[in-house]
């Protein structure tokens, strides 16, 4: 399946990869049916998904049955009035049919909005008056419908509300019944041109309200290098992304690129995470694969790892956040496995990589994926040529959009160009390269520190940090300080074995790990102690929150 989107598949070398790696693209390109009823067809009985629950329960998905299953799923939205270019909002945790959901919106040319299932009722009102959204597809959970029917009620214009069950409210629509009583849906003659929406993502940023990301239908295509040289995936690998369905990460790891690539999804339906459930998973289903943000790895390292049987897995990747490289070495003399790291947005596909042609630099992002055009961008606007120079990590644009990159903010050009102008898109994530070319992260361009004339990335800090063996998890930010501008101010989570200790010993002794760590002057000279650091539905530490409570607690001082 590779070869007919990419010139080359196979390549010797980091050099060979950046000089002919080139992804070719169909005028009318449709994953569902290009790439999933191509391996229907080719391949029928090669497993594409298993699914298991914390229940107990099983399921195992041929490729044939994916097609059968998406034919009958969007037969069953065609019959209720989804037609081409409606916007479906999906609330559907891990559950099984999210998969053939999605596969048979992409049939009808639907566009898919995967969402969180901690959305509220506000959440829901709001996404569904700016993207005008007449149907939502959801768990038949009593807290979700809840949420659903109350935004119904205060916005009627949404007209269908499907359940997958288990409950199946009266006036809803039941999926696995309307599915099951389906016409298979036939591929038209015409069904949509490359260029057209496919996907759009409402954005969990750490500021501000939510943004439109949209995608077209390129943004599969611009997966293989996820799948393919980033995770490094062969014909006869189990993957297992770590991901709710309603984050970009599963777009990243349980769906397009894999299964280019043709191998099989690991897909582990749990309402809470635990790490030992997760590596029993890995045991007991020899998973080859895994990629999970840090925060799982840091969880997991805390485990008794010679408990499982981890022999199966070959390979281990991370994204979502920069990865503590005190985190990278103890997975590494636990494993033997390298965590290779990427770098990405909601609005990319993986923009940065550490690939399998190049050691791993503990810490670093790797090298620019060759299908984009990275650069880094100083605040006056000139790109950084020197090594250590910091910049803004952008995309340059000049030759046109890189297949991957999003198509803009949905309704919104004021956003867009804020981000995307002078013939670049700009990350707001600042980094810095090495001699060797590899990327580092900083922190994003609104939380850098300007302390006493210094600059001080908050991620150097809590790397620092995260050394101690007190510390779970960590937040920098910025204190305002009459004398130097701003200080350093770390938040933190203890292990549960350091909580008794929490005191002004422990905060002496933090500090003084820091500065054997890092340069003494990037030191945290405020450190508080909490229980938890305030996140975004996808798990992202919310700085700017952590930085407003600081500011009205000043505000009460003064």
Not at 444 to 461: N, T
Request: charged fraction near 25%; charge should be neutral.
């Amino acid at each position: 399946m590779l070869d007919r989107f990419l010139k080359q598949t196979t390549f010797t070398s980091l050099e060979d990869f950046q000089q002919h790696f080139s992804l070719v693209v169909p005028d009318d390109f449709n994953f569902a049916y290009d790439v999933m009823d191509g391996w229907a067809a080719c391949a029928p009985e090669r497993l594409a998904m298993i699914w298991t629950n914390d229940q107990g329960a099983e399921r195992r998905f041929t490729f044939a049955d994916m097609k059968r299953e998406s034919d009958k799923a969007a037969g069953f939205f065609a019959s209720v009035g989804i037609k081409k270019g409606d916007m479906v909002l999906l609330i559907m945790k891990r559950r099984y049919q999210f998969w053939t959901t999605m596969l048979g919106l992409h049939k009808l040319g639907a566009v898919a909005i995967p969402a969180s299932f901690l959305l509220t009722k506000k959440d829901i009102v709001y996404r569904v008056k700016c993207a005008d959204i007449k149907t939502v597809i959801c768990c038949g959970d009593d807290e979700i419908l809840r949420h659903v029917n109350d935004a119904q009620a205060e916005w009627p214009a949404l007209e269908r509300r499907i359940s997958i069950g288990p409950v199946v409210p009266d006036e809803w629509l039941d999926f696995n019944k309307g599915v099951e009583e389906a016409k298979p849906y036939v591929r038209p003659l015409k069904h949509n041109k490359a260029t057209d929406p496919m996907l759009m993502y409402f954005t969990s940023g750490t500021s501000g309200q939510p943004k439109m990301v949209l995608h077209d239908q390129t943004y599969a295509i611009g997966h293989i290098g996820t799948a393919a040289y980033w995770h490094n995936l062969k014909p006869g690998a189990i993957h297992l992304t770590v991901s709710d369905s309603g984050w970009a990460k599963c777009a990243w790891g349980k769906l397009y690129g894999q299964w280019i690539v043709g191998v099989t999804l690991f897909v582990y339906d749990h309402e809470k995470f635990t790490p030992a459930d997760i590596l029993r998973k890995i045991e007991q289903y020899r998973i080859t694969s895994f990629c999970a943000p840090p925060t799982v790895y840091r969880f997991m390292i805390r485990e008794d790892l010679s408990q499982f049987d981890l022999s199966s897995l070959k390979y281990a990747t991370t994204a979502g956040e920069a990865l503590n490289a005190s985190v990278y070495q103890k997975f590494l003399e636990i494993t033997g496995l390298q965590i290779k790291e990427g770098f990405g947005q909601s609005e990319t596909t993986c923009l940065l990589a550490t690939l399998p042609w190049i050691s791993t630099k503990p810490g670093s992002m790797g090298v620019p994926m060759p299908q984009y055009d990275v650069r880094l961008v100083k605040e006056n606007g000139e790109v950084v040529t020197q090594p250590g120079e910091h910049g803004q990590i952008a995309v340059c644009t000049r030759d046109g959009k890189p297949i991957g990159l999003f198509c803009g903010y949905y309704r919104n050009a004021e956003l867009t160009n804020l981000a995307w102008h002078d013939d670049f898109y700009f990350t707001g994530d600042v980094a810095y390269f090495d001699e060797d070319g590899y990327y580092w992260y900083v922190g994003r361009a609104d939380d850098v520190i300007k302390s006493s004339g210094y600059r001080i990335g908050p991620f150097e800090v809590e790397s620092a940090l995260m050394t101690h063996p007190a510390v779970v998890e960590c937040a920098i930010t910025g204190v305002p300080d009459e004398i130097r501008g701003q200080v350093v101010k770390a938040t933190i989570v203890l292990g549960k074995e350091w909580k008794d200790k929490a005191g002004e010993a422990l905060v002496k002794e933090l500090q003084n790990h820091v500065k054997t760590i890092t340069a003494p002057y990037k030191y945290p000279r405020v450190i508080e102690f909490v229980d938890e650091l305030p996140k975004t539905h996808s798990g992202k530490v919310r700085h700017k929150e952590i930085r407003e409570k600081d500011a009205e607690k000043a505000k009460c001082r003064d």
